[in-house]
């Protein structure tokens, strides 16, 4: 917020996203993308998304309208709006680079309220987001899990599985 006040932008966490290359955050990001389809990428991100960051909570549903909530550990989510929303609009960002298509979420909700204009981030996502709900949740349409991978690569993303794995276990045991 502070960041957003003293750059007069309302909207910092979108004005981010939209710069964001998901290939900065090395090992998750191509555990991802060498999945074959959105649904194992989803997954994957969920299940590993500690690697990175403890504090972010990736929660997968599988379902016929496939759901990921984002939640925190140990951080208070009613202090967190532009840190939130980047992170809404950078994973819809990150599944229309995976899929090579302009993927609109079904439905997407945040949890703070939003008293500003809010059809930037109708424009960015392509479909309105209700704020002011129970869950950070973005969900998409029926079909969105079985979508191919651009870069999809089974061999890769063994190989990758397994380094995650094991970084997961050495977490849990410090």
Not at 159 to 166: A, F, N, R
Request: aromatic content about 6%; charged content about 30%; some cysteine.
């Amino acid at each position: 917020d502070v960041a957003a006040e003293a750059l007069d932008d309302d909207c910092l966490g979108l004005v981010l996203a939209k710069a964001f290359d998901g290939r900065d955050l090395g090992l998750w990001y191509y555990v991802l993308a060498s999945s074959e389809t959105l649904g194992e990428a989803l997954q994957r991100g969920a299940r590993y998304s500690r690697i990175g960051n403890e504090a972010l909570v990736l929660d997968y549903r599988e379902a016929r309208e496939p759901a990921l909530r984002l939640s925190y550990a140990g951080i208070a989510r009613h202090a967190d709006r532009h840190q939130i929303e980047f992170c809404i609009a950078a994973v819809v960002s990150m599944c229309r680079q995976l899929t090579g298509r302009r993927l609109v979420p079904k439905h997407v909700s945040l949890v703070h309220l939003r008293s500003r204009d809010t059809s930037a981030f109708t424009r960015y996502l392509g479909t309105e987001v209700e704020f002011g709900r129970e869950a950070d949740e973005i969900v998409f349409a029926a079909g969105a899990a079985e979508l191919a991978l651009v870069d999809a690569d089974p061999r890769l993303n063994r190989l990758l599985l397994k380094v995650c794995d094991e970084s997961l276990k050495a977490r849990r045991s410090n």
